[in-house]
């Protein structure tokens, strides 16, 4: 059974870091491109980022946020710097057979066929 469970909520000032984590089970992640998407109220779904041997960022995030991978612990990261109140969303993870869906330099959320739980990130003093 295909599984990806994400870390727990995050609450933290503007300016600060957070790091999440997304656990996959039930498949080989190594084979799989993983995606960042990010949810806030009212808002469109947003791709955050994307791994599938290259890493690709949403605009809004470049230069803030980093995803890694740790394939032998099936698990994937976003560490996430200089927090701004408009990163307050609904995190993500997601994983699709293929390269991750860029078009037009935005991360799309074509044919991710499983998704983590979502879990909340709140920047706010």
């Known amino acids: 059974q295909v599984q990806l469970v994400e870390s727990g909520q995050g609450l933290v000032q503007p300016g600060g870091s957070l790091k999440r984590s997304c656990k996959a089970s039930g498949f080989i992640m190594a084979y799989y491109a993983v995606g960042w998407f990010r949810q806030a109220p009212g808002k469109e779904r947003e791709g955050v980022s994307c791994?599938?041997?290259?890493?690709y960022y949403g605009d809004s995030v470049k230069g803030r946020f980093t995803i890694s991978r740790d394939n032998a612990k099936s698990t994937v990261y976003l560490q996430m710097n200089n927090l701004k109140p408009e990163d307050t969303a609904v995190y993500y993870c997601?994983?699709?057979?293929?390269?991750?869906?860029?078009?037009?330099?935005?991360?799309?959320?074509?044919?991710?066929?499983?998704w983590g739980q979502g879990t909340q990130v709140t920047v706010s003093s």
């Open positions: 997601a994983i699709r057979r293929g390269p991750c869906p860029i078009i037009r330099g935005i991360i799309t959320s074509s044919d991710f066929g499983a």
């Open positions: 791994s599938d041997g290259g890493t």
